[in-house]
Structure formats: C-alpha cells, structure tokens
C-alpha cells in the first residue's frame, strides 16, 4: 500500500499546500487564531506594523495537524527569509522602479528552485513586495518583522496541535460508495446496451458506456485524494482515535476496487469494439452478455455491498453461491461458443471477452474483510 499511503517525511512536509476554508467550525478557528495572533504581536513585536503574524496565521492554519506544520515550516522559511533578504536590499540600493523589478525578479528566481509546493514558493515573492511597498526601514525593525512571521506560524501551530479537527473517514468512504456505484453502473451499461439492438456505429463512434467508463480514473484518484487527507488528518492527533488503526485496511480496499475497476474498463473495451460494428460478427451475442453481467453484477452486489454499506461490506455465504452461478455460466457459455462454426477470429474475441469478466470474479473473491 505504500503507493497509496502517503510518504509522511520531509520532502513530504514541504510539499504541502493550503487547503480550502472548508468548515464553518474551521473558519471560526481562524479567525480566532489569527486575532491571536494580532494581539500577541502587538504586545511582543515593537515593529510599527503587526501585520506579518496575523498574515502569517491567517496562510497556515490548516485542517490538520500534519499540513498545518508543513504550511508553516514554507511560510516561516520562506517569508522570513524573503523578509530579511529584502530589508537588506531594499536599505543598500532604496527604492526605485528598476530596484523593485530586480528585487522580485531574483525572488521568484530563487523561489522556483526550492523543492516546496507552489504555495511555499511564493511566500518568498510576496515577502519581497510587502518589505519593498512599505520601503526601506532600519535594521532593527527588519528583523521585527521576521519574528513576527515566526510569531504568526507559531499561534498558528498552536491553534491546531491543542485542540485537532478529527479526522473524517466518512469522507473517504463516502467517495468510495460513489466509486462502487460507478464501477457497477458501468457494467450494467455494457450488458444493456449490448443487448439492445442498435444501427451499425460508425467508425469514430463509441457506445454511451465509455464516457462514464474514462470517468472511472477520476473517480479514482478522488479517492486516493481522500484516502491522503485521512492519513494526514490522523497524523499527530491526539483526537484521531482508532483511525491510524485501519489506514492500511482502507488503502488495500481501494487498491483492489481500483483494479476491479481497470478491469471492467477492458471489458467495455471489448465490447465497444465487438458490438454494433460493421462487419464484426461476435459469437457471445448481447444478450449472453447482458445475462453473464447481471450476474456479475449480483455478484459485486454480495461482495462489495450495497446502497448503506461501506465498500466491502458484504455477504460471505450469498458471494460464495452467486459465485458458482457465474462460474458455472461462464464455463458452460465458453464452451458453447467454442462449439459455434464460425472463423477461429470471431470465436477468439467473444473467449476473450468471458476471461476478462472471469477475472473481475476472481478479483471479487479476494476483495471482502475475510479474505483481507
């Protein structure tokens, strides 16, 4: 699973990006934080301006405790950095058009070769435009600012290591019933269609089941985004619970509806290519096709549950039967085909169509908690 589960070490930490307000409860947070964050700096700091801490709080409180800290190292390292190297530039050459366009210029330089996110990158830039819009200041006051940065990205650490947004599994197994449901809509589409007597397709045409099977990889990924922000969201909460405890299981269902779902986008493949064609004479009609996948179907239903259940929440003893169903089918349509006068090509194409759908039955029986 570790091509699933993210890294969770530095060169992780510093690619991560600030996440969207989310949450009402979230946004109170942060302008909690960052009101903090003001009113520490005004009693701390001595620069004339308490605006980088509450700025700085305001970029990093995030919804976990892991891309929180990853968004604060960027915006600490880098506005500080980016601060102080432009407090010093701006005071040796001042403040002209040409100094202002060398001086972000060379930030953005250097931004772009620093392993960070986006996000990170340009904490350096921005840096650079506050110090040299508010113009050159004393020494002393340049380094004010930076320890207001330092100020701003410690409330802001504050705000969520005390007290941590729980993670969210339901989001991740939310994503993955859509997921199910499309797997199977997919497979229902194929056999319908199949069935159904259609005019010839022309050449560049496709059945109405491929666009919603491209979708599929989408759907993936979505998951694996999910699947990522529960790791992150657990890591270092002290208010996660038992999720750290069933990461790995949740990675491993994924990985396995995700290659149940490659497979099925083979069979649309196939059928996309041997059914309404011109010319193209398969010898597994339609509707053995539509009656095969009804009980693939039935046996996804068993294996991976349905409207209710989480993915993989099954019934043992119905997968086991509605296995031998479509075991039996497909050895017995198999040899039926094979028995059929026809080119060796067509009879080939229609085998092959029955060893993917034998695949996704075999990849459907190491799928539920008890194989696991």
């Known amino acids: 699973m570790d091509d699933l589960l993210p890294d969770l070490g ?6 991560q990006r600030p996440a969207g307000i989310g949450s009402v409860r979230h946004a109170i947070r942060i302008a909690l934080a960052v009101t903090v964050s003001y009113l520490v700096a ?18 990093v409180v995030q919804t976990s405790p892991w891309s929180t800290l ?3 190292i960027q915006r600490i390292l880098g506005t500080g950095a980016g601060v102080l190297l432009a407090s010093v530039y701006v005071n040796l050459v001042g403040l002209t058009w040409w100094s202002f366009l060398l001086g972000v210029l060379a930030a953005l330089l250097i931004a772009r070769r620093l392993p960070w996110s986006l996000g990170g990158q340009l904490q350096i830039p921005v840096a650079v435009v506050f110090v040299l819009a508010l113009g050159p200041g004393s020494i002393e006051q340049d380094l004010w600012r930076v320890m207001d940065v330092v100020i701003g990205g410690a409330v802001g650490l504050v705000a969520v290591f005390v007290f941590p947004p729980r993670p969210k599994p ?3 197994e939310a994503v993955m019933r859509d997921y199910r449901v499309a797997v199977i809509d997919v497979v229902r589409s194929v056999g319908t269609e ?4 259609h005019v010839a397709l022309a050449p560049a045409e496709v059945h109405g089941y491929v666009a919603p099977s491209r979708q599929l990889r989408a759907r993936a990924d979505a998951a694996r985004r999910e699947l990522v922000l529960l790791v992150e969201g657990a890591q270092w909460n002290m208010r ?12 491993l269902r994924l990985r396995r509806l995700s290659g149940i779902a490659v497979q099925v986008r083979g069979v649309v493949g196939a059928a996309n290519r041997l059914y309404d064609r011109e010319g193209v004479d398969p010898m597994l009609t339609g509707a053995e096709l539509d009656g095969i996948l009804r009980d693939l179907i039935a046996l996804m239903d068993a ?3 349905t409207a209710g259940h989480d993915v993989g929440e099954g ?3 119905a997968a086991e039967v509605l296995d031998g169903v479509l075991m039996a089918r497909l050895h017995r349509t198999a040899d039926d085909v094979a028995a059929r006068k026809s080119q060796m090509g067509d009879v080939l194409a229609s085998i092959s169509m029955l060893g993917r759908i034998d695949h996704i039955r075999s990849q459907l029986l190491d799928y539920p908690a008890w194989q696991s």
């Open 10 to 15: 530095i060169s992780d930490v510093l690619q």
């Open 303 to 305: 294996v991976l549950g």
């Open 42 to 59: 005004r009693w701390i700091s001595q620069s004339p301006f308490a605006l980088f801490a509450p700025v700085t709080t305001l970029l």
């Open 70 to 72: 990853g968004v604060s």
């Open 170 to 172: 339901a989001a991740f």
């Open 240 to 251: 996660a619970g038992g999720v750290s405890d069933d990461l790995e299981a949740r990675a």
């Open 315 to 317: 019934d043992r003893v």
């Open 194 to 197: 199949s069935a159904t007597p």
